[in-house]
């Protein structure tokens, strides 16, 4: 079975701007989470889909926001990008159903200059 | 908040010896816990994960050791290897709470010198 994909894998942009990353996860699994991984803060939570719908969310501003598509693929917008947002954007997927082991998949760069 | 406690931040171990990486949480609903492994540009990868049913779980040279009563769960990777070099998470979760929102560990940079 094909891994959890992330496109693009690198991004820069600049203040204000936003920017819209892209989750695919693996075959059958319907449960997609994102999460920042920074050095200082390290992994964080930003938010759960299932079957179309946020089901848990993290501690960030509403300037976070994602989607999930009927075929389970998601995405993740952040609004008026801000230099703090620079980091990398993980995207884990899991089978559902009380099943929590979680597959991430490579990430994607993000720097905001 | 940190809802887990993740120690040492760094750890260097001769080649075939014992890394042992700690873990500390407080919130007693937690009741899943794995531990992830990441190599510089990758994802993490799951390492093996313990419920607090069980004191002890093996896979190969990667042990959890989990102490309930003491909120407290450690990973031991036994025969250290320099392939094992990398960044280890450990995490927590509670389903019945929050989903399978993790909550992860500030992470362990281990180096396996040869």
């Known amino acids: 079975k094909a891994g959890v994909t992330q496109t693009p894998r690198y991004l820069i942009k600049t203040r204000g701007q936003q920017v819209t990353l892209s989750c695919s996860p693996i075959?059958?699994?319907?449960?997609v989470s994102w999460y920042q991984q920074t050095p200082g803060q390290g992994l964080q939570f930003l938010f759960e889909?299932?079957?179309?719908?946020?089901?848990n969310k993290g501690n960030f501003p509403g300037r976070f926001s994602g989607r999930q598509f009927s075929n389970s693929r998601s995405e993740m917008n952040v609004s008026t990008l801000e230099l703090g947002d620079s980091a990398l954007y993980l995207c884990?997927?899991?089978?559902?159903?009380?099943?929590?082991?979680?597959?991430f998949g490579p990430g994607t760069r993000l720097l905001v200059l | 908040q940190q809802q887990v406690k993740q120690s040492p931040q760094s750890l260097i171990v001769q080649k075939g010896g014992i890394s042992i990486i700690n873990c500390a949480y407080e919130n007693t609903a937690f009741d899943y816990f794995p531990w992830y492994q990441q190599f510089p540009g990758k994802g993490p990868a799951l390492l093996i994960a313990?419920?607090?049913?069980?004191s002890e779980k093996k896979e190969g040279r990667f042990t959890i050791s989990f102490n309930k009563s003491a909120k407290q769960f450690s990973l031991h990777i036994m025969d250290s290897q320099p392939g094992d070099s990398a960044t280890y998470f450990c995490?927590?979760?509670?389903?019945?709470?929050?989903?399978?929102?993790?909550?992860f560990g500030k992470g362990t940079s281990l180096l396996v010198t040869p």
């Open positions: 995490a927590a979760s509670s389903f019945r709470n929050s989903g399978y929102a993790l909550n």
């Open positions: 313990i419920r607090p049913d069980v």
């Open positions: 075959s059958g699994h319907r449960s």
């Open positions: 889909y299932f079957s179309e719908t946020q089901r």
């Open positions: 884990a997927s899991s089978l559902g159903r009380g099943k929590e082991t979680q597959y």
